[in-house]
């Protein structure tokens, strides 16, 4: 599993591919600089201006394939850094890149019809690229250090974006969520400063090799896992996601939605991976959390009485099912963990494009019908809008039916549940699809309603409905070819 | 040689018209219908010379890999065939009924589009290859059939619409996990090579007649087997066209052809029959014939009455599927297309006098024959041929049964089948001669609920024309039953393929 994660690949000699990587990194942060003092009007800039990071991020991918996974030493005084790229890195990569890039062009049009002149907007620009950049360290960083920096700058920006609005309510989700942020990466901190007592080093490779089973272990262990998985809003602690969302500007909350949480999740993993690499117990022990998120989650999706609510419950839900994967990759037989490893990897990508579709189609169908609440969509099928019918299609992966990239995520778990002979997570599995289905299809029997009033409706402007259904439609169909990511997976320093 | 892209434009045909039919503005009704109706000719022609080529020995399978050990795959065989061939000649006949039934009705673009990603769903159903491609096509349907059921808007159909997911959903669930299950096993599954499963040897006997239980579950959500039949008559608060659709090829149907796929091309018939799976959807069926035309007896409206029938008559494919010999394979495969045309044909008549005379419920129908005389004669035909009386092809069907169930040596079966005749009798007759013998409003005693005159004809021919045709198809059947490409001559190939090594 360490091998998987990319963290037994030796520094390379001569480091010429760093220069690549900081162009990855650091193209973001000018271009959201750039943008602070030239603010966009328009999408189509932007779409022009990303194929900046984009491409510097095809020739990290270019020169990683070509090498089979690279990984480097970065010295800073007596600081080392240890970064590295392998298939996963990169998978993670383009997701990070394509969902940025798809809310940051939703932006221009959704600040200039829906906020008006409210609001920090000046500040949206240079946050959403250190969003960006901040979780593009995450994926690189091999040690601890790193992490830290890259889930500090991560949980900040995070907060700052929630701000923007500048309304009382944000204000004050936005001062809640810095609590808990700074709470968790207390948590995060001690730990690592009980691992580094311990053994004296942050490097995940090296740690992985020198940590020894014991109380000081399980501790740091449990520190680290309790900060980041209230981070990632895991079941139990996952009260304060929905009113984070209820006042966000869209954009920020398909973000947020769609990878924030997610950065947390993966630290928690490879940290799991590396240290308590046979901690079966423990790591069913986060399964069953993961269990109880799909089911409640499930529940408080079905009775919300918001859209946006409901959008964010689900996350809840579908976060679940990433904790699952714990408990199928962690001290399970070689072929069970191999299934869980590329349905866990296959249902995070599934869920971001899924749930950054659905975000942007939730956005547009409140401004286009006006309406918050699930009842205010009342016959709002008649006109059969775009917008409807990119929310139809990013549940569907969300519910996980075919031919979705939901479904073939779900389809592997399925597969690694039973062959491991974990029966209660069949149920969950079931449990979660009948739950998914059923706060979906309340939200679409809404829309169904003839004989309501018919809404009021907006002209939603056209970048906005094609980002939503652009999101949606890669969820749905990356179901079908799904071999084409586990097959990135599996390269580059992945497959062993 | 194998070609690929027919199967694929075959698909393709009613797939593509999805996107481009929700494209179109509301209002461009002329280009829709062209739209449509190109389509649905189109996909007649590829099955026709799938159909050929089948014949002449070609062979036509497309695949690709999803995740590792699964494959997305088409193949074409003659089974797959069969249901392909009904759907599309159905569904050209069901379009041109759709459009004159929805005239002037809101929402006719949300309508159109997933009907046709319903006759996708069932093209690919027909085509699959294997369980996988089978249960993702499977569950598409669901999902583009839900939209159609809840077309009306009013709060019975939407009631109808959540009754109708839970009972899907429930049962792709079900598929879905008894699917995995096979594949835990025995890793992908594709439709022929049944050797796969027997191989596995008496060891994994109970396991398999667990997963079996499962899968049929599943699949009897859809094909309405008792007590999985509560969705079926709720649903008729669709739109006519939905109905005839639903009941005579799509989403019923689908769960029969399922059925048909695990018995024959996933365990195997000699497996089955090893497992005394057989025994066990014998009576499933008859519990289900005896029951549905039972409720249909009690029936005051005419589409219910035709639900329960639709009940009924579905299971005489699992009838003759559970009958262990060629005969019994014939009479359920047969059955597969000889109940679709005959109850497509009934539905359409159904939609006729609702449509045009504003007639629900079955006394409203006194001497409707003298007013609509062609619908009254298609509603004549498809009630005998459900009764089993030649030439219709229902006869075929019944015959078939008879001959399997003396060959399996199940004589219980015969009786089973005359009481359901005499059931079905007692269901379709007297709204025979009501139609034709009671005098009614036609000859002037009393009114018709709500009379329209929608077209030169006794109805409009965009109503009449699809039910004519379909009525003839029926009796076609039955009397040519005997020359290439009947529907008997297809199954008895398929049933070749079965039996002989």
Known sequence: MIARLGLLTPPATQPDALGTVLLVLVTPLVMGALAAIWRPRRGWPIAALALLPLASLMVLSQEVLASGGQAWLIELGTLTLHWRANGLTLLLLWLTQVVTLASVAYAPAYLRVEIGDQGEQRWLWPLQGLLLSSLSLIWLAADLLSLYIGLELMGLTAVGLMLLPGKVEALVAGMRYLLLALVGSLAFLLGVALLLGAWARLDLGGLAMAAEEGMVLWVAVALLSAGLLLKAAAFPLHAWLAPVHGSAWTPVSALHAALVVKGSFFIALQLWLVLVPAAHIAAWLVGAMGGGAVVWGGLLAWRATKLKDVVAWSTVSQLGYLLLGFSLMIGTAPQVAEVAWEGTWLQLVAHSLAKAGMFLATGNLIFSTGESHVKGLAGASCRMPLSLLSFGIASISLIGLPPSAGFTAKWLLLHAALEAGYWLWLAVLALGTLLGAAYIFRVFRYSFVEDAEPPEARRVPWSMELLALGLAMASLLLGLVAEWPLTLLRTAGGGA | ?501
């Not at chain 2, 294997?130 to 808007?153: A, I, Q």
């Not at chain 2, 329960?308 to 494919?317: A, E, L, P, W």
């Not at chain 2, 009838?319 to 005959?342: E, K, N």
Request: hydrophobic fraction near 55%; charge should be neutral.
């Open chain 2, 1 to 501: 040689m194998s070609q690929a892209w027919l199967p694929l434009a075959t698909l393709a045909t009613s797939l593509l018209v999805v996107p481009l039919i929700f494209a179109l503005p509301e209002r461009a009704w002329r280009v829709r219908t062209v739209l449509n109706l190109s389509a649905a000719l189109l996909k007649v022609v590829l099955v026709g010379l799938m159909v050929w080529g089948l014949y002449q020995g070609e062979s036509y399978r497309f695949s690709f890999t999803v995740v590792r050990g699964v494959d997305f795959l088409f193949q074409v065989d003659a089974l797959g065939l069969m249901f392909a061939g009904l759907s599309s000649l159905l569904w050209l006949a069901t379009t041109v009924y759709a459009i004159g039934y929805l005239e002037d009705s809101p929402n006719r673009k949300r309508f159109f589009g997933f009907f046709s990603l319903c006759v996708a769903s069932t093209v690919g159903i027909a085509l699959a290859g294997n369980l996988f491609t089978f249960l993702l096509f499977y569950e598409l349907l669901t999902l583009s059939t839900y939209p159609l059921v809840v077309h009306r808007g009013y709060a019975k159909a939407l009631d109808a619409g959540t009754v109708y997911l839970r009972y899907t959903l429930t049962g792709g669930l079900m598929l879905l996990l008894g699917v995995v299950a096979l594949h835990v096993m025995v890793g992908d599954v594709t439709f022929g090579e049944r050797e796969m499963l027997a191989d596995l040897g008496p060891g994994a006997h109970g396991l398999l007649t667990v997963l079996f239980l499962i899968l049929l579950v599943g699949l009897g959500v859809k094909a309405a087997l008792v007590p999985l039949h509560g969705w079926l008559p709720r649903a008729m608060v669709a739109p006519a066209p939905v109905s005839a659709l639903l009941h005579a090829v799509a989403v019923v149907k689908a769960g029969a052809f399922g059925i048909v796929r695990l018995v024959y091309d996933v365990y195997g018939i000699s497996l089955t029959y090893e497992l005394g799976l057989l025994t066990l959807l014998a009576i499933i069926a008859t519990l289900t014939i005896l029951f549905g035309s039972m409720r249909a007896l009690a029936q005051q409206e005419l589409k219910p009455r035709l639900a329960y029938s639709t009940i009924s008559q579905v299971s005489y494919i699992v009838l003759g599927i559970s009958l262990f010999g060629p005969f019994g394979t014939i009479a359920g495969l047969v059955h597969l297309m000889h109940q679709g045309l005959m109850k497509v044909t009934l539905f359409y008549c159904a939609g006729n006098y609702a449509e045009e005379l504003g007639i629900h419920r079955i006394d409203e129908l006194d001497g409707a024959g003298r007013r609509m005389p062609l619908t009254s004669i298609a509603f004549t035909v498809g009630a005998l041929g459900m009764i089993g009386l030649p030439p219709v092809a229902g006869f075929i069907s019944k015959w078939y049964l008879g001959m399997g169930a003396v060959e399996a040596n199940m004589p219980w079966v015969i009786a089973v089948l005359v009481a359901s005749s005499l059931l079905n009798s007692a269901y379709f007759l007297p709204i025979v001669y009501r139609l034709w013998f009671r005098p009614g409003p036609a000859h002037g005693v009393g009114e018709w609920p709500a009379e329209r005159r929608t077209g030169r004809f006794e109805i409009s021919g965009w109503l009449l024309w699809p039910t004519c045709s379909t009525a003839v198809l029926s009796i076609l059947a039955g009397l040519l039953a005997g020359l290439p490409f009947s529907p008997l001559d297809l199954a008895s190939f398929v049933t070749a393929e079965e039996y002989l090594p």
